[in-house]
């Protein structure tokens, strides 16, 4: 079994991709392909891809049970002592860094969303109401 996901590839890549694969979303492709297909076809996606990206994830007999490769994108497969993972480069999230500090220095209680927020000081409420209703000094509630 073989999924190619691809992501702002030129059309003509996609419509070679369908004379071998089925497409069953946008840019979503799968099928099964001999090893030497597979590689033909990899090699094809990594010289058309351009600006895009494109992801391959293939069964193998390993522990995983795949393999899956990556082409014009900042996350890069890693072997860790024999399981494949997904490294990020930090430098990829530079603009996503930058909203979320601006968020975060919005509010006054960074770390925390609003809603986590909302239901601590409703939190504190209830319990400052408690209090005052065990020492006697609350007898509205």
């Known amino acids: 079994m073989l999924v190619l996901v691809t ?75 024999g399981v494949m993972l997904i490294r990020r480069s930090s430098s990829e999230d530079g603009r996503h860094t930058s909203i979320r500090t601006s968020k975060r220095q919005q509010s006054d209680d960074t770390g925390w969303s609003v809603a986590a927020r909302r239901k601590r000081f409703r939190n504190a409420i209830e319990r400052r109401h408690r209090e005052r209703y065990t020492r006697g000094e609350d007898q509205s509630v």
């Open 7 to 81: 992501t702002a590839v030129p059309k003509g890549l996609r419509g070679e991709l369908s004379r071998w694969l089925l497409e069953i979303g946008p840019g979503v492709f799968v099928g099964h392909l001999s090893a030497r297909v597979r590689e033909e076809v990899w090699e094809l996606v990594t010289s058309n891809v351009r600006q895009g990206r494109a992801i391959l994830v293939y069964s193998s007999r390993n522990e995983q049970r795949l393999v899956f490769e990556t082409c014009g994108d900042s996350w890069q497969p890693v072997d860790h002592d």
